[in-house]
């Protein structure tokens, strides 16, 4: 059984050393869609051991909504080339960093790995820090397959897909953690990130319009208090929770949970 790692990446050379590093913990082969890169990131890639295989796109499609998933397509068809049945993707963006253990892949009976995702984000405290080093995140998690069986009915194809589409009845196992750092890379990179989701997502344009210029955090973009890693799992919850109609309602029940949590740990103690 082989694990191998997937990632659709442009113009991240401040970071896409580490990404590699990262997947070359657990990966035995790594395969990229470079999506008309300007700076040095190819050039990185080239240079980087264990990089399999490259897709360099040279032409930049400004029609984001499909252009993404089908370059995640294109990456994911060349990487199957050379896999077994038996092998395993791993699809991550380049400011995403795992906690898993892999080993789980050996014995398991699931073909899909499902894992709660964190945003880190840019504090007062910690903003002169690398990415690497922040410390405070959202409490809010979304569960997103991470880690996919091969098979011949795996696909992208519909527009802004991140998920692979899996075969029927599929068995997903929910275990590990994603630390995303898209938010908390630097002050510069989420004042590109903002333009980014302006420009070319009008479904998502004026939440990120209103997140320029504050990339520095005291609370979460869902309005919720930050926590550190270590309270993720007393503290995390989906972030359906409060991205509804009933946030309000919702938030003052996590307030009560909190309480509830802080007071039983007293008592056992």
Not at 3 to 19: A, F, M, P, S, V
Not at 41 to 68: D, M, Q, Y
Not at 170 to 185: D, T
Request: proline share 2%; with cysteine; hydrophobic share 35%.
């Amino acid at each position: 059984m082989k694990i191998i790692g997937l990632t659709r990446i442009r113009n991240e050379e401040k970071i896409i050393k580490d990404t590699l590093d990262h997947l070359s913990t657990y990966c035995n082969e790594i395969y990229i869609y470079d999506d008309a890169s300007t700076d040095k990131t190819l050039e990185i890639c080239r240079s980087h051991p264990n990089v399999t295989g490259i897709i360099e796109c040279k032409i930049w499609e400004e029609e984001r909504l499909n252009a993404e998933t089908k370059n995640r397509q294109k990456l994911l068809e060349l990487a199957q080339q050379n896999a077994t049945e038996n092998d395993w993707f791993v699809y991550i963006d380049a400011d995403e960093r795992i906690e898993f253990d892999w080993d789980i892949l050996n014995s398991t009976k699931a073909n899909a790995v499902k894992m709660k995702l964190f945003d880190f984000y840019i504090t007062e405290e910690d903003k002169d820090k690398t990415y690497i080093d922040r410390e405070w995140l959202g409490p809010e998690y979304r569960e997103i397959i991470m880690a996919f069986k091969n098979s011949k009915e795996l696909k992208y194809y519909r527009p802004i897909q991140r998920e692979a589409t899996l075969p029927a009845n599929s068995i997903i196992l929910y275990k590990g953690f994603v630390r995303h750092y898209g938010k908390a890379i630097s002050i510069e990179e989420w004042e590109e990130t903002c333009d980014y989701y302006i420009k070319y997502f009008e479904k998502y344009s004026a939440k990120w319009a209103q997140r320029k210029g504050k990339a520095i955090h005291s609370i979460s973009d869902f309005g919720c208090k930050l926590i550190k890693w270590d309270e993720k799992e007393l503290k995390g919850f989906p972030i359906q929770w409060v991205s509804g109609k009933k946030k309000k309602k919702v938030k003052l029940f996590l307030k009560r949970i909190q309480i509830f949590l802080k007071t039983k740990r007293m008592i056992c103690l």
